[in-house]
T-cell receptor, first 118, second 112 residues
Framework: DTEVTQTPKHLVMGMTNKKSLKCEQH?????MYWYKQKAKKPPELMFV???????INESVPSRFSPECPNSSLLNLHLHALQPEDSALYLC?????????????????FGEGSRLTVL | GESVGLHLPTLSVQEGDNSIINCAYS??????FIWYKQESGKGPQFIID?????DKRQGQRVTVLLNKTVKHLSLQIAATQPGDSAVYFC???????????FGKGTMLLVSP
C-alpha cells in the first residue's frame, strides 16, 4: 500500500465545473509533486512544492491551480478544463527537496486520480 | 522478443526467463537514476535506484546497470514471474533540478 493517499480515485466533470484533487502524506516529506499521465505515456511533471512553497511550474495552464495548505497536504484545483485534460493525475512526495547539491531521491507516488472531462 | 508498438515498446518473455529492459537517458548532468514499475490502474512503484558514481547495483531479483559513457541504463529481472507484468519506466534526476524526468517506458508481458 502506498503512503501517499489521493482522493478521489475517479472524477468525472464537465467543462464548466470546479473540482479539486487532494493528496496527503504523513512521511514528513517536504517536497510534493503533481504529475499528469496520459495513457501509455510517462508521467509528466506539472508542479513542485518545496517546504510548502511553489518551486516549479512547468508552464501549466492556469485552469490548473495547485495549493499546499501544509506540509502534509497538496491540492490541485480544477476549473474550466478541456476534454484533452482527461488523464491520470499523480501526486508524489520526496524526502529531499533536490536543491543545491542534493538530488531529489526516490519519489513516493500515490495511486492517482483518474480524471475524465466531458 | 522485443517490439515497438504504436506508443509503447513491449517485451514479451516466458515465465522463468531473465528479462532485460533498456533505457537511454538524455542528460549527462543526471546523477541519480530510478526504475519504477507501474501496474495497470496504479501509481508507479520504486524498484531500484543507482547513483552516477556506481555502474551496477543489485536488489532482490533485479539488477540495474549504468553506462555513463553512452548514457544507457538497463534493468535486469531474474526468473521473471507473471506478477512482473507491468510498464517499467526509468527516471533521471539532474542535480539541483528538484525533479525526476521519466523515460518513455517499456511494457513487460510475462506468459506462464
Amino acid at each position: 500500500d502506498t503512503e501517499v493517499t489521493q482522493t478521489p480515485k475517479h472524477l468525472v466533470m464537465g467543462m464548466t465545473n470546479k473540482k479539486s484533487l487532494k493528496c496527503e502524506q504523513h512521511m514528513g516529506h517536504r517536497a510534493m509533486y503533481w504529475y499528469k499521465q496520459k495513457a501509455k505515456k510517462p508521467p509528466e511533471l506539472m508542479f513542485v512544492y518545496s517546504y510548502e512553497k511553489l518551486s516549479i511550474n512547468e508552464s501549466v495552464p492556469s485552469r490548473f491551480s495547485p495549493e499546499c495548505p501544509n506540509s502534509s497536504l497538496l491540492n490541485l484545483h480544477l476549473h474550466a478544463l478541456q476534454p484533452e485534460d482527461s488523464a491520470l493525475y499523480l501526486c508524489a512526495s520526496s524526502h529531499k527537496t533536490g536543491t543545491g547539491a542534493f538530488s531529489t531521491g526516490e519519489l513516493f507516488f500515490g495511486e492517482g486520480s483518474r480524471l475524465t472531462v466531458l | 522478443g522485443e517490439s515497438v508498438g504504436l506508443h509503447l515498446p513491449t517485451l514479451s518473455v516466458q515465465e522463468g526467463d531473465n528479462s532485460i529492459i533498456n533505457c537511454a537517458y538524455s542528460n549527462s548532468a543526471s546523477d541519480y537514476f530510478i526504475w519504477y514499475k507501474q501496474e495497470s490502474g496504479k501509481g508507479p512503484q520504486f524498484i531500484i535506484d543507482i547513483r552516477s558514481n556506481m555502474d551496477k547495483r543489485q536488489g532482490q531479483r533485479v539488477t540495474v546497470l549504468l553506462n555513463k559513457t553512452v548514457k544507457h541504463l538497463s534493468l535486469q529481472i531474474a526468473a521473471t514471474q507473471p506478477g512482473d507484468s507491468a510498464v517499467y519506466f526509468c527516471a533521471e534526476d539532474r542535480r539541483g533540478y528538484s525533479t525526476l524526468t521519466f523515460g518513455k517506458g517499456t511494457m513487460l508481458l510475462v506468459s506462464p
